[in-house]
């Protein structure tokens, strides 16, 4: 069964701390992507990778970096947390011809 | 930027009614997803339907695509309590400014559907 995990469901941090969002999959998926989820703004895509130590800015890529050195990982860094950071952040990752996404249960990051 | 936009923002029916969704776009697509959203999780694939077809259907699921009104449907009938959670329409487009060639998923705010028991 496909499995997408990310390394913690709830996350409370302090502005301007260094965060580390980890997501796993298990599908050997080439493809893997960041979403950050909020109220009346829906989905958007923070950044995206097509494969091991590649990666594509989304839509709003500002105040994110992101790391995949191995195929099955793919992790979101904010260097220095804001509170306008404050927001759930989800994973998915995609195949290579597929078009469906995986997405795991998501993160709910609170930066105070 | 945001693609789809799907309504109603909320919905609310009864057990056992049909619930309606939805969901319009700007651009040229490639395909139409539909995901699910469970409170507090993450999103669930429903359903893809391709621009070249008009209707798909997947147990109680039923979409349709218009491409001439940019805009799609999603109905689900004989709706369950367990039907209860948020549904997200998404955009297939070419990303042509990736190196890769790759598609972008863009999703809509999502209808937020309440089937009460």
């Known amino acids: 069964d496909v499995k997408v995990t990310q390394s913690s469901r709830y996350l409370v941090k302090r502005t301007g701390e260094k965060v580390f969002l980890e997501c796993v999959q298990d599908m050997d998926h080439e493809n893997m992507f960041w979403y950050r989820q909020d109220p009346g703004l829906g989905l958007r895509l923070i950044y995206f990778?097509?494969?091991?130590?590649?990666?594509e800015k989304g839509d709003i890529p500002e105040g994110y970096s992101v790391s995949r050195e191995k195929k099955e990982r793919f992790s979101l860094i904010l260097e220095s947390a804001s509170t306008n950071q404050t927001s759930m952040y989800l994973c998915a990752s995609k195949g290579g011809f597929g078009y469906e996404q995986y997405f795991g249960p998501g993160t709910r990051l609170t930066v105070t | 930027s945001q693609q789809g936009e799907e309504d109603p923002q909320a919905l609310s029916i009864q057990e056992g009614e049909n619930a309606t969704m939805n969901c319009s776009y700007k651009?040229?697509?490639?395909?139409l997803q539909w995901y699910r959203q469970n409170s507090g999780r993450g999103l669930v694939h429903l359903i893809l339907i391709r621009s070249n077809e008009r209707e798909k259907h997947s147990g109680r699921l039923r979409v349709t695509l218009d491409t001439s009104k940019k805009s799609s449907s999603l109905l689900i009938t004989a709706s369950r309590a367990a039907d209860t959670a948020s549904y997200f329409c998404?955009?297939?487009?070419?990303?042509?400014?990736?190196?890769?060639?790759?598609?972008?998923?863009?999703f809509g705010k999502g209808t937020k559907l309440s089937v009460i028991p």
């Open positions: 990778s097509y494969d091991v130590k590649m990666k």
């Open positions: 651009t040229s697509i490639n395909n």
């Open positions: 998404a955009t297939v487009t070419s990303r042509l400014d990736s190196g890769a060639g790759s598609y972008q998923l863009t």
